[in-house]
């Protein structure tokens, strides 16, 4: 990536793969050996001979105490080089009719998984709903609480005291719970982490539902917060290290939709105890999240622990007594935990001589790092901009000020609650058949005149349709929400960094996010006071544009993109970038768009996708003259393997 132009062991020039022009920057011969190591880790077996895979393979069994599953993990050794032509392995490797049936149901029934890996990914869900249970206990609480307490004045100081109790548990998230996982983690594993952590979302959590004072409430909120920081750092890694290849991106959204469906929860919980006693109701809302951390912190000592964190501290015999619970068939066990293995020895070099402290402060000093980092920053505090979480806190609230009744107002919530778990759903198909930036794009603008439009509607007679229409503009928020800026900014900062810089990007872009969703918790009272509904809802209209020129301005898109790939996309200076889009993509979108000109085309920014629309053209023309002579197509495919005939022996993606 350093070069514009390279050579290859011949001394010919080779064409760069990134952005076409001289805006890549030149980066360090540290990052540039990164890159190196990164592309190895897409398949670490790569061109060894069989002869020497093999011979490594008989040593990692000797060194790991493994001799007694030797046999199997020569099998899986080769399977892992090439996964999808392991009917063709011959010799003493050759695999039994039962092990092909085993590989190839993994590929056709990708869901028929162990017992104890649908525990495992049933315990995970519940640590995510637990999540956004917590996040709506206070959303009809506050309606009550407030005057307890004491605060429930208009004053500037009471305001500010109820946003502080809401914000709470971000506060203890974004300052302490995320910068707490990584080193409890390196100590006492996932379980023990995600053990832990479900106890503080558990007896602070009960506590809160007896305080007397508003510093009380606040302590035991913070105590939540930690949990949730550590459990939202954690339970994903634990799925993803769990979990087969084939399912495990499925797993990594389903956490958004989980959390959903705890919000939802939530919001039917506080309309369910409404009626009973003022002084009662809103400190079941407050105590209620506890239900789902008890069957968390009881299963999660049942599902088996993280092989790669097992294999990570060196403890391979216990590693293989956890997979061996987590897949269906011994094999696929020897070649998961050989391939695991051979990653491990490559980000062992890929690490080496670097420090949390170090890494942290490359994100903002190397280039492409930055870029990165400045991209998961923009996503992550947009989604605090488009006004979510004033919905999640507040909702009650806000029905409330713009006229309903108390038990209207939470009806209403609980109808948010639905529609931001049912359209959570879409997600799965949507981000990667239209994008992460596209996305974006689309529906920030539809937030905002939904926000602006339910403002509005407050400035209507009292009455039942300006209630209801508040609520339908409210809902139709929601609807946009869920599929785009809501599974988004996890997906996508848990995509853009190098490897080598994964974990401590990650956790500064999650920080990012709960810190200033504690800022929003904390002012919006205020502004709901200062600027009524009409003008924080316009107020937060306004935001959404603002995070929509970012997005624009500064978020490449991402979806399948290689490894390879996202480091040029990465490579291109940000100026650069800003320019390409103001300047080529703006113009284009108006001319095909709004003006509907089909001939309008738009000018690829990097040069690999220059290379795929030649390919895509390519094919396309080989496809439309075979179809026309029913003969072989040129890339040697024939009709029947197109239509998804060979799909055993495809070449490995």
């Known amino acids: 990536m350093g070069n514009i132009s390279d050579r290859d062991s011949s001394g010919t020039a080779i064409e760069p793969k990134g952005a076409a022009g001289s805006h890549i920057e030149q980066t360090s011969d540290n990052l540039e050996a990164n890159i190196n190591l990164e592309a190895k880790l897409k398949n670490p077996l790569d061109g060894l001979s069989r002869t020497e895979l093999l011979s490594r393979v008989e040593t990692f069994c000797a060194e790991k105490n493994l001799t007694e599953h030797l046999p199997l993990f020569r099998k899986g050794a080769l399977i892992a080089q090439s996964p999808d032509n392991y009917a063709s392995i011959s010799g003493p490797e050759a695999l039994d009719e039962e092990e092909k049936a085993v590989l190839l149901k993994e590929v056709e029934h990708k869901w028929r998984l162990p017992a104890r890996l649908f525990l495992t990914i049933a315990t995970c869900s519940i640590g995510a709903a637990v999540q956004g249970w917590d996040q709506t206990g206070t959303n009809g609480a506050n309606i009550f609480f407030p005057e307890y307490y004491g605060i429930g004045g208009d004053t500037a100081r009471e305001k500010l005291l109820v946003g502080l109790i809401n914000a709470g548990p971000y506060i203890g998230s974004a300052f302490i719970g995320c910068w707490l996982s990584d080193p409890i983690n390196n100590w006492i594993g996932r379980r023990g982490v995600i053990f832990l952590s479900g ?91 506890f239900i789902p951390a008890v069957p968390l912190v009881l299963f999660i000592y049942l599902c088996p622990e993280s092989p790669r964190w097992y294999m990570k501290k060196n403890r391979y015999p216990e590693a293989w007594k956890s997979m061996i619970k987590l897949r269906n068939h011994p094999i696929q066990v020897a070649r998961d935990m050989f391939y695991i293995h051979s990653q491990l020895e490559v980000e062992h070099q890929l690490l080496a001589g670097s420090n949390y402290a170090k890494r942290f402060v490359e994100l ?233 000109q089909r001939n309008a085309k738009l000018e690829p920014l990097y040069e690999f996708d220059r290379v795929k629309e030649a390919e895509m053209e390519r094919r396309a023309e080989a496809e439309r003259r075979a179809e026309e002579t029913g003969t072989v197509t040129s890339t040697g495919t024939n009709l029947d393997e197109k239509k998804g005939l060979s799909h055993v022996n495809a070449p490995n993606a």
């Open 199 to 289: 106890h503080f979302c558990l007896w602070p959590v009960i506590g809160s539902a007896f305080c007397h004072t508003w510093p009380q409430q606040l302590a035991c909120r913070l105590l939540m917060g930690i949990g949730m920081g550590v459990k939202a750092s954690t339970v994903p890694i634990y799925a993803a290290e769990n979990s087969p290849a084939s399912i495990r991106g499925a797993l990594v959204m389903s956490w958004q939709m989980w959390t959903a469906f705890g919000i939802f929860l939530g919001t039917a919980f506080n309309l369910a105890v409404f009626h009973t006693s003022h002084n009662v109701n809103w400190r079941l809302m407050l105590g209620a999240p």
């Open 364 to 596: 903002f000093t190397i280039p492409r790092v930055r870029r990165a980092t400045l991209a998961a920053f923009t996503v992550m505090i947009a989604q605090q901009m488009c006004g979510i979480n004033i919905i999640a806190f507040y909702s009650t609230t806000i029905f409330k000020e713009s006229g309903s009744s108390e038990v209207q107002a939470l009806l209403a919530s609980f109808g948010f609650g639905i529609i931001n778990w049912v359209f959570s759903f879409p997600a799965f198909w949507t981000i990667d058949t239209f994008g992460r930036r596209s996305l974006l794009l689309f529906t920030f603008p539809q937030m905002m005149w939904t926000l602006l439009a339910a403002g509005l509607c407050t400035l209507m007679d009292m009455g039942t349709a300006r209630t209801g229409l508040v609520a339908l503009f409210v809902f139709l928020f929601a609807a946009f929400y869920s599929p785009g800026e809501g599974p988004v900014p996890f997906t996508y900062s848990a995509e853009v960094f190098p490897l080598s810089h994964r974990e401590v990007g990650m956790g500064f872009a999650v920080a990012t996010c709960l810190f200033w969703a504690s800022v929003l918790g904390i002012t919006f009272p205020f502004l709901l006071d200062s600027l009524g509904t009409v003008g924080a809802f316009g107020l937060y209209a306004g935001f959404n544009l603002v995070a929509f020129i970012a997005i624009f301005l500064f978020v490449p898109e991402t979806k399948q993109k290689t490894l390879e790939e996202l480091d040029y996309v990465f490579a291109v200076k940000t100026s650069e970038f800003m320019s390409y889009q103001c300047t080529k993509a703006l113009p284009w979108f108006i001319k095909r768009w709004v003006f509907w």
